[in-house]
């Protein structure tokens, strides 16, 4: 009725009563029960204690990390290089760089590097492509190329964070070079190889203003870089901080170093050597970040070595020291 202000028994739709809300139903009483004991450090996401527990277990297994090899990334957003000319595209055929095609123009003349050339990537399962000469000369955007061309995808950088996790499976101190500020991919490649020579466990190279692991890098690394991860960092300040935070003393080459290789004493610890350009050295803000900066003894008139040469002497520096 409409004179009637209340309701009582107001109906559901299904038919029964609605009746008055008294209390929480128990739904207080539910939020309030415990979620149990807390698990062990070991076993709670993202605790260091769980992460080392990963790596041992990884460690035993004999398996490389899937976490890390997960975060690859392949180039960082960097569009496929193409390898013209025949000498350096049998250079790289030669180096095992990685490649997906080699283009070939109709009607080149035959000789003993396009026959190489041919040979060995059919060896390593690279299409071989026969290609009208307008469109190899497309490919190579003007550029001579005498009929060859070698088709390389980007390079698959590792996460800077799996050279820790690889150091740690290896047992043995950790030993990461980083570049600050090196743009000569040739240097790159040559700080590559002595790396893999001396014992280390990675590189990591800065994402801006720094040579990337083009395909001269991985031929002047003589296949190293097949073994060896290389690591980008978005921000190598920030990198070293965290190496730093892991255990990790960071020691930079300087010319004018606060202590000369000779008396060097960190080389038995985990480290990061950190090798700046050839020009500028290491940068402020990396050189502040720096446990320790290391210069080294010239008995000559040269001011300075090239940045790849001067990271191969403090490496075999440091697998001296780590040998005895």
Request: proline share 6%; aromatic share 2%; with cysteine.
């Amino acid at each position: 009725m409409a004179g009637n202000s209340k309701r009582r028994g107001a109906m559901r739709k299904d038919g029964t009563k609605k009746g008055m809300v008294v209390g929480s139903g128990g739904q207080r009483r539910r939020g309030l029960q415990g979620k149990g004991p807390t698990p062990p450090a070991e076993m709670r996401p993202g605790h260091p204690a769980a992460r080392k527990a990963s790596r041992g277990s990884k460690a035993g297994s004999g398996g490389r990390s899937t976490t890390a090899g997960n975060r690859r990334r392949p180039g960082d957003g960097e569009t496929p290089e193409t390898v013209l000319g025949r000498n350096p595209v049998v250079e790289c055929l030669r180096a095992g760089v990685p490649a997906t095609a080699l283009h070939v123009a109709i009607g080149t003349t035959t000789d003993e590097r396009v026959a190489e050339a041919v040979h060995l990537a059919a060896d390593a399962g690279i299409s071989i492509l026969e290609v009208p000469r307008n469109d190899l000369d497309r490919i190579a955007g003007g550029a001579l190329h005498q009929g060859l061309a070698l088709q390389v995808p980007p390079y698959a950088y590792a996460h800077p964070d799996e050279l820790l996790e690889i150091a740690a499976e290896s047992g043995d101190p950790g030993l990461i070079v980083a570049l600050d500020g090196v743009t000569d991919p040739r240097n790159l490649g040559a700080v590559v190889r002595s790396v893999g020579a001396f014992g280390g466990h990675g590189v990591v190279v800065p994402q801006r203003r720094a040579a990337g692991m083009t395909a001269v890098a991985w031929r002047t690394s003589a296949g190293t870089a097949a073994r060896l991860p290389v690591a980008r960092a978005t921000n190598l300040t920030r990198t070293l901080r965290e190496y730093a935070t892991a255990g990790f003393m960071i020691a930079g080459l300087d010319a004018e170093g606060s202590v000369s290789l000779d008396d060097f004493e960190l080389a038995t610890d985990p480290l990061v050597l950190v090798v700046g350009s050839e020009g500028k050295g290491l940068s402020r803000l990396v050189k502040q970040t720096c446990d320790v900066t290391v210069s080294i003894p010239m008995a000559g008139p040269v001011e300075s070595l090239n940045a790849s040469v001067a990271a191969g002497v403090v490496l075999a520096e440091i697998a001296r020291q780590r040998r005895h």
